[in-house]
């Protein structure tokens, strides 16, 4: 039987685990980042594959930086290593160790969208389509040769957590798919072209705020490219504002950008930089839980007023 050694870390790669053991391969190892502190209370959290990988008690190995640390991994020599969204670049010792190599299961179609926030950028990108690629891992960041992929329309009704849960479920599929050619030798390689690739590096602070100059479909895409993680936001009254969902409105609009030109039941109306607006119908004030914008509305933000801007 040959043995695996799984590397990941959040919530996307727990459906990859757990397809690998459904399958009956034998994972002798699961690899993943330290518990972090988590939420308000700074709780000492697992990540998720931990928790997945403790279910089906499976070992556990959990160090600060894996280029420093991995005899573990070398102890048990390893016929494959499987990674997905680990967190950190595998050194070239690591990679070397396996008998059939080092794969990664990467949610985009590579050489687009190399990075940790591949399905952030789709969206907020405004593609028209992402998926899977599996690949041998590189010393370079996502730079390996592919073995196959598998591609996927984005809706418009799309944010990252309804993205994130499809192409999970992919991987897992086309990792179940692909493993079996990769221990016959008769796997793919198909070296991807440096001249096609593009980055999605992990979302800074100032990138989660909303530019209202822009268009109505590039703060549209920055809302839904954001949620459920980490969130957009503007100001209001000076104070973070957060926004979890919107609308493309209908109604044109000759004010400047940011300005709120309608507020009811339905939600909260925004010109954009084009003429066009967007609709917040889902939002959180500082301070304050997460809430519909009606409920925002006939609360706390009963002192909002139409012809006000939100933004700097």
Not at 283 to 304: C, H, Y
Request: glycine content about 8%; hydrophobic content about 40%.
């Amino acid at each position: 039987m040959n043995n695996i050694i799984f590397m990941g870390t959040p919530d996307f790669a727990v459906p990859v685990l757990e397809r690998i053991l459904a399958e009956g391969y034998q994972v002798d190892l699961v690899v993943t980042q330290p518990d972090r502190p988590r939420g308000r209370k700074r709780i000492m959290t697992p990540p998720p594959v931990k928790a997945a990988a403790e279910k089906h008690q499976i070992p556990v190995f959990q160090p600060e930086k894996i280029k420093d640390n991995y005899q573990d991994i070398e102890d048990l020599k390893p016929d494959l290593i499987v990674t997905a969204a680990f967190g950190q670049l595998l050194p070239k010792g690591l990679l070397e160790i396996p008998t059939y190599g080092c794969i990664n299961v990467h949610a985009s179609l590579l050489p687009s969208l190399r990075g940790g926030a591949p399905i952030h950028y789709s969206i907020l990108e405004g593609h028209q389509q992402t998926g899977i690629s599996i690949m041998y891992m590189a010393e370079k960041l996502d730079a390996g040769d592919v073995i196959s992929q598998k591609a996927l329309t984005i809706a418009e009704t799309d944010d990252v957590g309804s993205l994130h849960d499809k192409l999970a479920t992919i991987g897992a599929d086309l990792l179940a798919d692909t493993i079996p050619s990769i221990f016959s030798g008769e796997a793919n390689r198909e070296e991807q072209d440096e001249s096609l690739a593009t980055f999605a590096p992990n979302i800074t602070r100032e990138q989660e705020k909303i530019d209202w100059n822009q268009t109505q479909q590039v703060v549209f895409n920055k809302i839904r490219g954001l949620h459920p993680w980490p969130v957009a936001f503007t100001l209001w009254q000076g104070k973070i504002f957060k926004v979890y969902h919107a609308d493309k409105a209908t109604q044109f609009s000759n004010q400047p950008a940011g300005t709120i030109i309608d507020a009811s039941e339905e939600g909260i109306t925004v010109a954009t930089g084009d003429e066009k607006a967007v609709r917040l119908t889902t939002v959180q004030p500082a301070g304050k839980k997460k809430m519909t914008a009606a409920e925002f509305l006939r609360g706390v933000g009963s002192n909002l007023k139409v012809g006000e801007k939100l933004g700097e």
